[in-house]
Nanobody, 121 residues
Framework: QVQLVEAGGGLVQAGGSLRLSCAAS????????VGWFRQAPGKEREFVGAISRSRTHYADSVKGRFTISRDNAKNTVYLQMNSLKPEDTAVYYC????????????????WGQGTQVTVSS
């Protein structure tokens, strides 16, 4: 069993930066794939990016602006968001699974409660 808690959301102006964190409880966290998703009002949950032991994968919409990293000693994964745009406004969720990276939300087993990110123009 893995429990995930996101933090770091807030209000930022366009062009600014935020760093989200996803803290996990549970053993063997380093072996889990961790993903970030976001959901804007009235829209489906969409894949942002993910990190496994050896690689990262990003959605085209955030590539070059967002970076995912992990600190296994702290059981924490980070989402560094730079050059933020108003269209990045959403609730951001982290997710974890023991299998491979997938962009499909329904394939992920564990989810955090989400953190709101609002980018003003």
């Amino acid at each position: 069993q893995v429990q995930l808690v996101e933090a770091g959301g807030g209000l930022v102006q366009a062009g600014g930066s935020l760093r989200l964190s996803c803290a996990a409880s549970g053993r063997s966290f380093s072996s889990y794939v961790v993903g970030w998703f976001r959901q804007a009002p009235g829209k489906e949950r969409e894949f942002v990016g993910a990190i496994s032991r050896s690689r990262t994968h990003y959605a085209d919409s955030v590539k070059g602006r967002f970076t995912i990293s992990r600190d296994n000693a702290k059981n924490t994964v980070y989402l560094q968001m730079n050059s933020l745009k108003p269209e990045d406004t959403a609730v951001y969720y982290c997710a974890a699974d023991s299998s491979a990276i997938t962009t499909m939300a329904n394939r992920w087993t564990y989810w955090g409660q989400g953190t709101q990110v609002t980018v003003s123009s």
